[in-house]
């Protein structure tokens, strides 16, 4: 199973908005639901962001937000801020009841 | 609160085994699916395996198929994860997940430990 491809970095100033892609197949981003994010900083362990393509868990902030377009996932974060600062990964469940993830992104507020 | 724990990484020479284990407490273990997820160091994710509540239903990555046996205790609320045939490119922090809905879902892993390090060295 082939990783999911995000753009190694992304950037903009506070306030702006960003959006990371995740391009998949057809065989998991295309036709699952079952796509999630995942925020990381340094040194500790990832954080759900987004789960089911486009819902956040309690306590994510609104600025958030996920959807799907054919075989590409997207994660927006509006009104850019300083904490937002991270890696971002991917994940989308698979034809085969595994599950895969993307590249990783790497988000600077500049 | 939701807590999960792993221990037993450590370092190992090419070709050993270790084993791998992840306390959870502050839910209803036996009502989740769990899932080891490893990164290896300045790495991306990648996704190991899951067991299905009731160990009904195990899936691994194709890199470690044949080679990682996931199992869980559900009386000691604990997961582990046997590695055997340990190669240079299983060196990782590995991370225990527990899936976000009770039963079998897709939807994402909404709680993880802090990791524990695998080291495969000579």
């Known amino acids: 199973q082939s990783a999911l491809t995000q753009p190694p970095s992304v950037s903009g100033s506070p306030g702006q908005s960003v959006t990371i892609s995740c391009t998949g197949t057809?065989?998991?981003?295309?036709?699952?639901?079952?796509v999630s994010w995942y925020q990381q900083s340094p040194g500790t362990a990832p954080q759900l962001m987004i789960f089911e393509v486009g819902n956040r868990p309690s306590g994510v902030p609104d600025r958030f937000s996920g959807s799907k377009s054919g075989n590409t996932a997207s994660l927006t974060i509006s009104g850019l801020q300083a904490e937002d600062e991270a890696d971002y990964y991917c994940?989308?469940?698979?034809?085969?009841?595994?599950?895969?993830f993307g590249t990783g992104t790497k988000v600077t507020v500049l | 609160e939701v807590q999960l724990v792993e221990s037993g990484g450590g370092l190992v020479k090419p070709g050993g085994s270790l084993r791998l284990s992840c306390a959870a407490s502050?839910?209803?273990?036996?009502?989740?699916?769990m899932n080891w997820v490893r990164q290896a160091p300045g790495k991306g994710l990648e996704w190991v395996s899951s067991?299905?509540?009731?160990?009904?239903?195990?899936y691994y990555a194709d890199s470690v198929q044949g080679r990682f046996t996931v199992s869980r205790d559900n009386a000691k609320n604990s997961l582990y994860l046997q590695m055997n045939s340990l190669r240079a490119e299983d060196t990782a922090v590995y991370y225990c997940?527990?899936?976000?809905?009770?039963?079998?879902?897709?939807?994402?892993?909404?709680?993880w430990g802090q990791g524990t390090l695998v080291t495969v060295s000579s």
């Open positions: 502050g839910f209803t273990f036996t009502d989740y699916t």
């Open positions: 994940s989308s469940y698979t034809s085969t009841s595994t599950f895969v």
């Open positions: 057809s065989s998991d981003v295309g036709n699952y639901n079952g």
């Open positions: 067991i299905t509540s009731g160990s009904s239903y195990i």
């Open positions: 997940a527990r899936d976000y809905y009770a039963g079998i879902s897709a939807a994402g892993f909404d709680y």
